[in-house]
């Protein structure tokens, strides 16, 4: 009888043991990466991939808070899923591979990211959020008026953005000298400081550059691409997130949050 009941006891002790690991990992699986049913890298954040600067989608304000078009649209995403928005600063090549994705940096990309075929096989993209235009910034009293101006010149471009795939395609044919630099500061830089003749980005974060330096700069020329941006997450990885910030979106567009954040950080939205 003692040798049944301590093999009772036992065999109880186990059993409850095992009860108390299963419940402490699904606990712990919940915790890591369910918010509203939605999978998270970090438990009550939604973490957020970005270049910066590149205003007035993302930027630093003068108490060093990242601030913007993107990231005030995220932050809706974020409201809807119950925590709030945190923001990595990474170079724009790893977001554009789909790698800080793939590897878990963060669970969405906004970086005023145009959608493009090759992006698309890497990555997932939201519905469109924003039309955008290239243009040509140039030193007020340069007599450049479009590309065809700047033969045997210096144009600066961004590295890793459509601009730069749009000022690519024209090097030969209109004899360009494409000088790429790594993010918008140092190509801003490079234009004031006469490295560079022209500079190509998107009209928006030109818009934005005269504001903050009125007098030295003006738009020479734009570039009407057809391009939209897009938020993203990874391929295939995370569709219940990429609904979410559909739904955010969507509703922002109907209740009017929409042309509130575009009037504040872009000026009045065009009439559709």
């Not at 570039?223 to 509703?251: C, H, M, R």
């Amino acid at each position: 009888m003692r040798f049944q009941s301590a093999v009772r006891q036992a065999g109880l002790v186990v059993a409850v043991a095992a009860l108390a690991v299963t419940a402490g990992c699904a606990k712990k699986d919940d915790s890591e990466v369910q918010a509203s049913g939605v999978k998270l890298v970090q438990a009550g954040k939604l973490t957020v991939c970005t270049h910066l600067p590149y205003p007035p989608f993302q930027s630093k304000d003068t108490s060093g808070k990242v601030t913007g078009f993107d990231v005030e649209i995220m932050d809706l995403v974020a409201k809807d899923l119950g925590v709030e928005q945190t923001i990595i600063d990474t170079p724009f090549e790893g977001i554009k591979s789909g790698q800080d994705l793939n590897t878990g940096k963060c669970d969405a990309a906004a970086a005023g990211m145009t959608i493009t075929a090759e992006r698309q096989q890497v990555m997932n993209f939201s519905d469109p959020y924003f039309d955008a235009t290239q243009a040509m910034l140039v030193k007020v009293g340069k007599p450049y008026k479009s590309l065809d101006d700047l033969k045997g010149k210096k144009v600066g471009v961004q590295a890793a953005t459509t601009g730069r795939d749009y000022a690519k395609k024209f090097e030969k044919e209109k004899d360009l000298q494409i000088v790429e630099f790594e993010d918008l500061a140092a190509e801003q830089q490079a234009l004031a400081n006469g490295q560079v003749e022209a500079a190509v980005n998107d009209l928006p974060v030109w818009t934005e550059y005269l504001k903050a330096n009125p007098g030295g700069f003006q738009v020479a020329a734009e570039f009407d691409t057809g391009e939209q941006y897009g938020f993203s997450v990874k391929k295939d990885g995370n569709p219940e997130l990429l609904k979410k910030i559909n739904e955010a979106l969507a509703k922002a567009k109907q209740d009017g949050t929409y042309d509130t954040i575009y009037e504040k950080w872009i000026g009045k939205r065009p009439s559709a």
